[in-house]
T-cell receptor
Framework: SQQGEEDPQALSIQEGENATMNCSYK?????LQWYRQNSGRGLVHLIL?????REKHSGRLRVTLDTSKKSSSLLITASRAADTASYFC??????????FGTGTRLLVSP | EAGVVQSPRYKIIEKKQPVAFWCNPI?????LYWYRQNLGQGPELLIR????????DSQLPKDRFSAERLKGVDSTLKIQPAELGDSAVYLC?????????????FGPGTRLLVL
């Protein structure tokens, strides 16, 4: 079963704009991870944020985590056409059991 | 370094037929995972191996699905007999170990269509 849901389900923006996607989950977690999935390819790990962290950066990615609201957000700044993909949050509740959300489909137009 | 290898990439079968998927993890990775991803959904874990031992198979439909990881390296996932609802992408992933912060590396998946 899916741990939670992502919002929006689909997002369409222009190159150079920022993209924000949100993830809500249901149970306590050890960490939360974001993955990207390009069409026809496997998932690629982007970033991990621990349950005791509130914000983390990696290049053009910024992730926030609010454990009181059981939610996380992923911000991609200055988006590029190559960022077009589906983005999934995945919660780790222990012992490497990742539970994925439903995903956000991002389309970045040139 | 080679990534996770899966074969075949695509498979079309008729219902009630058997099907098998193969996965070769990244060299040296002790933990191997099989996920199923339905259209428009995120992946769902089917089974996790620590070396050759299946340590989490709670989501594996054991009446028709089976898996093995001989010698703790490559793995095979089998469905027999396949049903229409088994149409999905089957993803294999591996990680160096089973710690809480270990990154999972995914293969490209096998897209199964059951007619």
């Amino acid at each position: 079963s899916q741990q939670g849901e992502e919002d929006p389900q689909a997002l369409s923006i222009q190159e150079g704009e920022n993209a924000t996607m949100n993830c809500s989950y249901k149970t306590s977690i050890n960490n939360l991870q974001w993955y990207r999935q390009n069409s026809g390819r496997g998932l690629v790990h982007l970033i991990l944020i621990r349950s005791n962290e509130r914000e983390k950066h990696s290049g053009r990615l910024r992730v926030t985590l609010d454990t009181s609201k059981k939610s996380s957000s992923l911000l991609i700044t200055a988006s590029r056409a190559a960022d077009t993909a589906s983005y999934f949050c995945a919660t780790n509740t222990g012992f490497q059991k990742l539970v994925f959300g439903t995903g956000t489909r991002l389309l970045v137009s040139p | 370094e080679a990534g996770v290898v899966q074969s075949p990439r695509y498979k079309i079968i008729e219902k009630k037929q058997p099907v098998a998927f193969w996965c070769n993890p990244i060299s040296g990775h002790n933990t191997l995972y099989w996920y199923r991803q339905n259209l428009g959904q995120g992946p769902e874990l089917l089974i996790r191996y620590e070396n050759e031992e299946a340590v989490d198979d709670s989501q594996l439909p054991k009446d028709r699905f089976s898996a093995e990881r001989l010698k703790g390296v490559d793995s095979t996932l089998k469905i027999q007999p396949a049903e229409l609802g088994d149409s999905a992408v089957y993803l294999c992933a591996s990680s160096l170990d089973w710690g809480l912060e270990e990154t999972q590396y995914f293969g490209p998946g096998t897209r199964l269509l059951v007619l």
